[in-house]
């Protein structure tokens, strides 16, 4: 099993540009997850899903969109980035079963010129 | 009052010294209690869970959770070289049938010297 997949690793977009980071799972998790890191401010949920078809906002979903159409692509939209949106993104899954153990990609680094 | 507070550091101890990474919360509905651990420029992976109040041992890794005072610990014994990373604790709480909202602290950036 490859796990959580993301690309790009590193992405430089200017302002107002659009872009969709992609996520894939291959452990047929029902839960996905999108999350933003930014330098000494932990994890903040940005959108999650609980199976196909189904997105719910999480913490800070603004200037972000996602979809599911499959069980195991998670895609994440920015549409008219700003330098905001700087940072670091990583998607995570997880069963459905337990409320624990999320796993994560290894992140896509964005800057925002 | 933040939900989740972790001292961010950082941190720096000699190898095979006793590591104590602390968490306090606020949010009494909050039910597992985790560990993560992030290597730099990687994403976190999960090192311990605990359910109720008391310790967890895993190797020479140790959760411990005090409910009644908001506060979980994890103790690295013997740290090596190789425990360097930033350690996050993380908090879930069911939110709606059986998706749990997970709660991130800062992270402490930990670095253990040869």
């Known amino acids: 099993n490859a796990g959580v997949t993301q690309t790009p690793k590193f992405r430089i977009l200017k302002i107002g540009q659009s872009m969709t980071l992609q996520c894939t799972q291959d452990?047929?998790?029902?839960?996905m997850y999108w999350y933003r890191q930014d330098p000494g401010m932990g994890l903040k949920l940005i959108y999650y899903?609980?199976?196909?078809?189904?997105?719910d906002k999480g913490e800070v979903p603004n200037g972000y969109n996602v979809s599911r159409s499959t069980t195991e692509d998670f895609p994440l939209r920015l549409e008219l980035a700003a330098p905001s949106q700087t940072s670091v993104y990583f998607c995570?899954?997880?069963?459905?079963?337990?409320?624990?153990?999320?796993?994560f990609g290894p992140g896509t680094r964005l800057t925002v010129l | 009052q933040k939900e989740v507070e972790q001292d961010p550091g950082p941190l720096s101890v000699p190898e095979g010294a006793i590591v104590s990474l602390n968490c306090t919360y606020s949010?009494?509905?909050?039910?597992?209690f985790m560990w993560y651990r992030q290597y730099s420029r990687k994403g976190p992976e999960l090192l311990m869970y605990t359910y109720s109040s008391g310790n967890k041992e895993d190797g020479r890794f140790t959760a411990q959770v005090d409910k009644s005072s908001k506060y979980i610990s994890l103790f690295i014994r013997d740290s090596q070289p190789s425990d360097s990373a930033t350690y996050l604790c993380?908090?879930?709480?069911?939110?709606?049938?059986?998706?749990?909202?997970?709660?991130f602290g800062k992270g402490t950036l930990l670095t253990v010297n040869p």
């Open positions: 452990m047929n998790h029902n839960y």
């Open positions: 995570a899954s997880r069963v459905r079963e337990g409320p624990h153990e999320q796993f």
């Open positions: 949010n009494s509905a909050f039910q597992y």
């Open positions: 899903s609980v199976g196909a078809g189904i997105t």
């Open positions: 993380a908090m879930s709480q069911n939110s709606g049938g059986s998706n749990y909202k997970l709660t």
